[in-house]
C-alpha cells in the first residue's frame, strides 16, 4: 500500500476504532424511513443479512423482485435451488468426496505410517501411494537421526504410533502430537561445483609437493613407500552414497519446471527415493508450486500429500467450506450447517478426527440441517468423528464383559452371565463420561437443563458400547456387546431397561422430545437470527412448535423468520458478524473472485476463528462480546484494506466497477465515489459519524499533493474503509 494510503488509513483509524466498540456492542436504535419502497429494501437487506453470508452486489434487487416472503420460503427448501455452479468450484477438491477408508489409505496419518516403516503393515503396490509412504518414512527416520545425533533421550516408542493413541478418560483437548512427519528443513544439497574445484585444488598441491621431494637431493632418504588411502567406514561409505544420490536428485529437480505437466508427474514417480523426497523439499512450505502448475487435482493432491498427508484433507475441507459460504445459491443450508456444526462441535486436529470431520460435516450435519433435530442428534451420536472426539469409543462399563475379563463363549455373547471378576484392578479402560456430560449439557438440556451428576454418569453407561470398528482405517460405528454397562439405567426418573444398543436410543429419544431440549435449541437458533440477548417471548413460541412439530427444524425456523420480533426495528443490524461471517460477507459485498480460499482461510486464523479448530465442546461462540475488541477490529480493518486493494493473494477484485470508474470511465470526484460506494457495500445505510470520519480522510489524502494538485480518490482505500467500518461489522 503507498504512503499515502497508508496514512489515510492510520487517520481514519485513530479516529474511529475509539469509538467503534460501544456501537458494535449496543443495538442500532435510528429508524428507517417508513415509505413502501424504502421498507421493502430493507426488509430484503435484512433478510439477506440473517438468512445468508451477506448480500453480493445486486441481491437486494433480486429478493425484491421474488418477494421476500417467497424468497425466505425458497432458501428454507434448498433442494429447489440450482447450486451447480457451486459443484464446478468444488470439483478440484478431491478428498470432499472420498469416504473415510479411501482418506485413511490415500492420505496415511503418522500412525499409518509408522506401522510400515515397522513392517506391521505392507507398503502400497500403488505407485504414487508408495511415493507418499516413503518420503514420510524417510523424515520420520531423519528426525529420529537428529534427535540421537543431538543426544536426546528418544522414546523407544515414539515411532510405532502410540502417541496417537487416546486415552480413555482424557479430556478433549488437542494432542500435542500427531505422529505425522516432520515439517523442519533437511540437508542443505552438496555445491558439486566448489567441491569439485576444491578436489582439483587439492590434488595440485600435492603435485607440486611431489615433485619438491623427487628434485631435491635432500629428500631422497625422506622418501617412502605413499601410505594406501585409509578405509572408510560401512557409515562413511553411506553418507558418500547419499551425498551423490542428493547431487543426481537435486539435478532432476532442477529440471521438472521446464517439463510439460503431463511428464513431470510421470518424472516424479520415476525418480529414486533421493530424488522424490527433493521434491517434497522444495514443496514444503508453500514453495515450489512451478511443480504444481497445470496437473490434475488428483496428481497436486499426492505431491501435497508427500509432506503431509492429512493436511491436504483438512486443507480441502476448509477451502470447500469457505466458498460454499461466498458462492452457494442455497444460503439457509450453508448458515445452518455451520450452526449445527458448531452445536455438534468436532476439533479437527484431535488424532484421527482430521479424516473423520470430512464425513461428519458431509454425511452428518448437512444432510440433517434443516430435518427433524433426533434424526441429527441419533447421527451425531453414532458418528465415528464424536466417539473419537469425546473418547466415548474407548469408554467401557465398570461391570461389562470385556472389563472383568470374561471370555467370549463361542456359543453366545458371553461365557456366563455375571461370574466372577478374575483380572479387577487390571482393566485396560473405563468408563468415560465426556460424551454423557456434554449430550446434556450442550446438546439437548443445556447447563441449566435439571441434571444431576448422577445422570452423567447413569449416561455414560448407557453408550457403553457404542464404538468405532478400526477407528485408524476408516472404520464405521459399531454396538459392541462385551463393552457395554449390563443392568438397568435410571436417567432424569426414568428406568432404562437393559437393551444394548437400544438404550442410547431410547436416551436420544427422551432428550430430543424434552420441553427442556425444545427451548435450549429455540434459544440458540434465536441467538444466530435475531439478538445475542432474543426476546424470551419468540424463543417460547419456537420451543412449542419445536415440540408440536416434533423437532422439525425447518417449522422452528419458519416461526422464527415470520415473527414480528425477527423483523423489529431493534434487531436491524444487531448482531455482530464472526470473523467467518465478516470475510465471506465482505468477499460477496465486493463481488470478488476467489481462485484460490487458503489465502482467506490464513486470514481467518489470524483473527482467532480457523475453521473446524474449535477445540472445547461448545465451539465458537456467535456472541459479539467474544469478537469485539480494538485489536480484533483492527485486524478486520487492515484485511478489509487488503482485499479492496487486491493485496490477497488469489482473490481478485474491481472495487471500481462497484464505485463505477472502472475503465474506460474517467476517474470519479470523492464526494460521488463515496456515495456510490455507500450504496453499493452498505446499501446507503451509513452513520453520519461514519460518513464524516471517511470524508475528512478523503479531503486530507486529496490535499496531501499541495492545494493546486489534488490527488484522484483512492477508491480500494475508501471501499476497504467502509468495509471496516462498525455498519459492516454489523448483520
Known sequence: MPVGRVKFAVLFLSVSLACTVPPLLAKKKDKEKTSSGAGDQRRALHALNRLTFGPRPGDVQRVMAIGVEKWIDLQLHPEKIDDSALNVRLEPFRTVRMNTRELAEDFPDGRKINQVMNGKKPMPSDAALRMIYQVQIDQQQEKKERQQEAGKNTNPTAFDGARNAPVAGSSVAAESTNGSADNSAINVPMNSALSSAAANETAADASVADARVKTDPANIDAMAPAAPPAKLTPQEEEEARRREEQLYADLDVQQLPSLPADQRFKKILSMSPAGQ???????????????????????????????????????????????????????????????????????????????????????????????????????????????????????????????????????????????????????????????????????????????????????????????????????????????????????????????????????????????????????KLAERFVADDPPPALVDRMAKTFLKKKGDIREVLTVLFHSPEFWDDGTYRAKVKTPLEFVASAVRAIGAEVDDALPLIRQLNNMGMPLYGAQPPTGYSMKAETWVSSSALLTRMNFALALTSGKIKAVKVDVGQLAGSSPPNPPLDSTFALSKLESSLLDGDVSKQTHDSITAQIDAAAMSGGQHKQRPPDVSTIAGLLLGSPEFQRR
Not at 362 to 385: M, N, Q, W, Y
Not at 387 to 415: C, R
Open 277 to 523: 523426497r527433493a521434491v517434497a523439499d522444495s514443496l514444503r512450505g508453500g514453495k515450489g508450486q512451478e511443480f504444481l502448475a497445470g496437473l490434475p487435482p488428483k496428481q497436486k493432491e499426492i505431491l501435497l500429500a508427500m509432506n503431509n498427508p492429512p493436511g491436504v484433507v483438512t486443507g480441502e475441507l476448509a477451502q470447500a467450506k469457505l466458498l460454499r459460504a461466498i458462492y452457494s445459491e442455497r444460503q439457509v443450508e450453508e448458515v445452518m450447517t455451520d450452526f449445527w456444526f458448531n452445536h455438534f462441535n468436532v476439533f479437527m486436529d484431535k488424532g484421527v478426527d482430521r479424516l473423520l470431520v470430512t464425513s461428519y460435516e458431509r454425511d452428518v450435519i448437512r444432510p440433517h440441517a434443516l430435518g427433524k433435530f433426533e434424526d441429527l442428534l441419533v447421527a451425531t451420536a453414532k458418528s465415528p468423528a464424536m466417539l473419537f472426539y469425546l473418547d466415548n469409543w474407548l469408554s467401557v462399563g465398570p461391570d461389562s464383559p470385556q472389563a472383568l475379563g470374561i471370555p467370549q463363549h463361542p456359543n453366545g455373547p458371553y461365557a456366563r452371565r455375571y461370574g466372577p471378576r478374575p483380572n479387577q484392578g487390571k482393566r485396560q479402560s473405563g468408563l468415560n463420561e465426556n460424551y454423557g456430560r456434554e449430550l446434556l449439557e450442550l446438546h439437548t438440556l443445556s447447563v441449566n437443563g435439571g441434571y444431576s451428576q448422577r445422570d452423567v454418569t447413569e449416561v455414560a453407561k448407557v453408550f457403553t458400547g457404542w464404538t468405532i470398528d478400526k477407528p485408524y482405517q476408516g472404520g464405521a460405528f459399531k454396538f459392541e456387546p462385551r463393552m457395554h454397562e449390563p443392568g438397568p439405567k435410571f436417567v432424569l426418573g426414568h428406568r432404562i431397561k437393559p437393551k444394548g444398543e437400544g438404550e442410547g436410543l431410547e436416551v436420544l429419544h427422551k432428550l430430543a422430545t424434552s420441553p427442556q431440549t425444545a427451548h435450549f435449541i429455540s434459544l
